[in-house]
T-cell receptor, first 109, second 115 residues
Framework: GQNIDQPTEMTATEGAIVQINCTYQ??????LFWYQQHAGEAPTFLSY??LDGLEEKGRFSSFLSRSKGYSYLLLKELQMKDSASYLC??????????WGAGTKLIIKP | ETGVTQTPRHLVMGMTNKKSLKCEQH?????MYWYKQSAKKPLELMFV???????ENNSVPSRFSPECPNSSHLFLHLHTLQPEDSALYLC??????????????FGPGTRLTVL
């Protein structure tokens, strides 16, 4: 079967760094996406990785290791507005997104 | 504002009612999707339309019926729903449904409650 695992909830302090991990087992791989979803709002795109390595975009970075079926999202200089759920999704061989249940990130002052 | 709108934003219906959810995208995309989001569960893909043709139906009960009259509009017709169908229903669109880097843009969702 297809499976995406990520922690249910994490807590971090404003100004700090947090890493949200995602492991996956899917039938085929056409890229891995990270989305951010604030409570009551639509998911919004953060990053896309299809090759191994680190992609940096401002305060957010995303890493992929295809051989390990592993990705992480790194958030630096945390701000209160970063409190949200972070969704990991893998595009399978049929170009459909398989989603994790999301990681709720709580930022404390 | 993602360029994808959904109406209504909230819907309460009885199990014998018939209602429809509407989605419209203003992005010129060719693929549209319906997802179900329940608390603490992964997004569940329900239906996919690519160039107005339905390409995916992930074993969704027949009480959910999609309609895609053109590439900008997508409907989800609901009838004789069950209380367990209460969830957030999200619509999304992407440039197409058959390529890798294919960012999906989501609407704000319809919060459905079935009594």
């Amino acid at each position: 079967g297809q499976n995406i695992d990520q922690p249910t909830e994490m807590t971090a302090t404003e100004g700090a760094i947090v890493q949200i991990n995602c492991t996956y087992q899917t039938s085929g791989f056409n890229g891995l996406f990270w989305y951010q979803q604030h409570a009551g709002e639509a998911p919004t795109f953060l990053s896309y990785n299809v090759l191994d390595g680190l992609e940096e975009k401002g305060r957010f970075s995303s890493f992929l290791s295809r051989s390990k079926g592993y990705s992480y999202l790194l958030l630096k200089e945390l701000q209160m507005k970063d409190s949200a759920s972070y969704l990991c999704a893998v595009m399978d061989s049929n170009y459909q997104l398989i989603w994790g249940a999301g990681t709720k990130l709580i930022i404390k002052p | 504002e993602t360029g994808v709108t959904q109406t209504p934003r909230h819907l309460v219906m009885g199990m014998t009612n018939k209602k429809s959810l509407k989605c419209e995208q203003h992005l010129g995309h060719n693929a549209m999707y319906w997802y179900k989001q329940s608390a603490k569960k992964p997004l569940e893909l329900m239906f996919v339309y690519n160039f107005k043709e339905q390409t995916e139906n992930n074993s969704v009960p027949s009480r959910f019926s999609p309609e895609c009259p053109n590439s900008s509009h997508l409907f989800l017709h609901l009838h004789t729903l069950q209380p367990e169908d209460s969830a957030l229903y999200l619509c999304a669109s992407s440039q197409d449904g058959t390529s890798g880097y294919n960012e999906q843009f989501f609407g704000p969702g319809t919060r459905l409650t079935v009594l």
